[in-house]
């Protein structure tokens, strides 16, 4: 899976004017100075640090009398992160799902959803140990801010917040799929035991002997 570089809110000054420019038109770093009134080396700064951050990359030459010059442009998979439309389109079409199909019907769905996702990563090396790492920092990249508690029964993956919180809206089946997910991904079953209400709260619980969880990671987990 591709994980799309960091969120657009984080780009200010300078660097938000040259993604703006670059999402319309591949240019130079002399076309960017031009018109924007700056230095072809403090252009060159910004351009390297959004390079770093996988905004834009350099896509192609443009040939002139006198010698190539870099073009730059925005890559492709960081066009999404710019779109306000995902989270009240997401929320939408839960709502419609919800409304069309039974409980159990959704849940298959959201189960189905979440294996397809594993299936974009490539597949986890090591012992279970190594794979829920593997997973926890997968989950970073998504964006999940968590740690991981760890006892003698199992390992617990405790978020600070919820990925998908505008899709949750206190119902258990979007959980579904980021447990099918984790499942996919350690290849031992993983038991959601997320906090849903006003704050959500990811939750997932892995048996360390091969189990289907729920030894307790529920607690303040609403019902579903």
Known sequence: MTVPP???????????QIV?????????????AAR??????????????????????EGGLQRSASRPAVLYEVVPEAEAIFSKAYIPFVAHLMRVLRQRLQPGELDDVMHGVGRGLAAEWPRLRGDLPQRIEAASALLEEL?????????????????????LSAAVH??????????SLLSELVEVPVH??????ERPRC?????????????GAQAGALPA
């Open 36 to 57: 924007l009134g700056l230095t072809h080396n403090a252009v060159r700064e910004h351009l390297a640090a959004l390079r770093r951050e996988g905004i834009i990359r």
């Open 6 to 16: 960091r969120r657009p809110g984080m780009l200010k000054g300078t660097r938000d």
């Open 192 to 197: 959601e035991c997320c906090t849903r209400g």
């Open 170 to 179: 206190g119902r258990p089946e979007v959980c579904r799929a980021m447990e």
């Open 203 to 215: 939750c997932f619980e892995i048996a360390l002997d091969g189990g289907g969880g729920g030894t």
């Open 143 to 163: 964006g999940a801010l968590h740690e991981i508690e760890r006892s003698d029964r199992s390992v617990v993956i405790r978020g600070y917040g919820c990925l």
């Open 20 to 32: 703006t420019l670059l999402r319309r038109q591949s240019l130079t770093a002399n076309d960017i």
